[in-house]
């Protein structure tokens, strides 16, 4: 009878055991998604494009104690270990933290993988690029004499070459903020005079360091009729034609209708304070775009004229200002056209 009841027992043990087993699991399926989410487990790339050869620094965090998660560097889209083996790997130190890997990579796109306890289970995927390294060869402003009144605003543009560079981004300075400062966005830059002087605004560019220069004049505010005086003196001592410091066919008319206008302005007795300021704008406005159209054979705003300005010029050879690849600098006589043209012009001024 004893040896019925401990059997029974047993049963009772056995099968409450199976019981407590499967609550066991059934709570720990359902508690490790939980987990995996409080551990917060992702990584974070510092940039999503890396030249060639240029190291990749991963941020990770929530990576496990036994230090055995680990980041892998897989073609994009495969799938390990299905598909793919790591190109880079490393394992990761536990809790959060940075690791940087060697790019040896061909140029393409990978994904960076964190995986956990040194096997395939993937808590995150990041996909980045690897490019060729393409340099900057220069940089050039859109205007390299500026003149402006006391107060005033005008834009420098900066044009940096090949236009598919890796990194075209320029800093900006000023020989003498206090006669004109310097607002950098991006490629321009927004110049404010502040008193009457001279000084120099550069732009620089951060790959190679190369240079380009405006010289800025700070006028103290002129009356229309200064303004007036001025413009027919450029006006007077322009010349137009195709050679280095002459200007485009066609300016000095342009300029001289300014001049006219403004001129109207000024002998009307009756003209209110807001014409005259609209007629002073509009005349330093022509002003600017005159001095736009004259020609320079420094075309890389060094200061002096030499074969690498002549390789502007070839380097454009044949492209027209509606092409999606158009150098404006290259078009030395603004006539929307890169051409033989050009090049005499350069070639006649390197002789000199």
Do not use: C
Request: hydrophobic fraction near 40%.
């Amino acid at each position: 009878m004893y040896k019925k009841r401990n059997r029974k027992m047993l049963r009772l043990i056995g099968y409450f055991a199976s019981i407590m087993m499967l609550v066991v699991n059934l709570s720990a399926a359902s508690f490790m998604p939980v987990a995996e989410a409080a551990a917060g487990q992702t990584l974070t790339m510092d940039k999503l494009q890396y030249l060639k050869g240029e190291a990749i620094t991963l941020s990770y965090t929530g990576a496990g104690a036994n230090g055995a998660d680990w980041v892998g560097i897989y073609k994009a889209g495969d799938v390990p270990p299905n598909s793919g083996v790591s190109i880079i790997w490393d394992y990761i130190k536990s809790g959060d933290g940075k690791v940087s890997l060697s790019n040896g990579l061909a140029p393409g796109k990978y994904d960076a993988l964190f995986l956990l306890n040194g096997g395939y289970e993937i808590v995150d995927r990041k996909t980045f690029e690897v490019v060729e390294h393409i340099p900057v060869d220069g940089v050039t402003l859109d205007q390299q004499n500026v003149t402006m009144t006391e107060g005033e605003t005008a834009t420098l543009t900066a044009t940096v070459t090949p236009a598919n560079a890796n990194d075209t981004q320029v800093s900006w300075t000023s020989s003498d903020p206090a006669v004109v400062s310097v607002t950098a966005t991006g490629g321009s830059a927004s110049l404010t005079g502040n008193r009457p002087g001279t000084a120099t605004v550069t732009a620089t560019t951060y790959d190679g360091n190369f240079t380009s220069f405006a010289n800025v004049t700070v006028e103290a505010d002129l009356t229309l009729q200064n303004i007036i005086g001025n413009a027919q003196s450029k006006y007077d001592a322009a010349v137009e034609g195709n050679e280095d410091g002459q200007y485009v066919a066609g300016s000095k008319a342009q300029l001289q209708s300014a001049i006219d206008a403004a001129s109207a302005t000024a002998s009307d007795s009756n003209a209110t304070p807001e014409q005259v300021n609209q007629a002073k704008a509009a005349l330093k406005a022509a002003i600017q775009r005159f001095d736009k159209q004259k020609i320079s054979a420094d075309l890389s705003g060094d200061g002096k004229i030499s074969v690498g300005d002549l390789a502007i010029v070839a380097g454009g050879y044949g492209k027209q200002s509606d092409q999606a690849d158009w150098n404006e600098k290259a078009d030395v006589n603004h006539d929307g056209k890169v051409d033989v043209i050009d090049l005499q012009i350069i070639a006649k001024a390197t002789l000199l």
